[in-house]
């Protein structure tokens, strides 16, 4: 991690997976899960702020269109 910015959204991205992958286990759906895993590793990847922003909210808008 870079700067104090791709921290903090590295941080934020990791809570939303964590809430994703639990909700995904608890509800046994593929989609929020594998979502989940995706949100949280992610971050070590990317070192560009916008592209981080930007696959990171594109990624929490997946479950909410794709059901199962």
């Known amino acids: ?10 941080i ?4 939303v997976g964590s809430g994703y992958f ?3 286990k608890k509800q ?3 989609v929020p899960l594998c979502v989940g895993m995706v949100l949280c ?4 990847f990317i070192s560009n702020i916008y ?6 909210f594109i990624l929490m808008l997946i ?3 794709f059901k199962g």
């Open 51 to 56: 592209l981080l922003l930007l696959v990171g």
């Open 12 to 15: 934020m991205f990791g809570a």
């Open 22 to 24: 639990i909700y995904g």
């Open 63 to 65: 479950p909410y269109f």
């Open 41 to 44: 590793v992610f971050p070590y």
């Open 28 to 30: 046994q759906q593929f």
């Open 1 to 10: 991690m870079g700067t104090p910015a791709q921290l903090f959204w590295g």
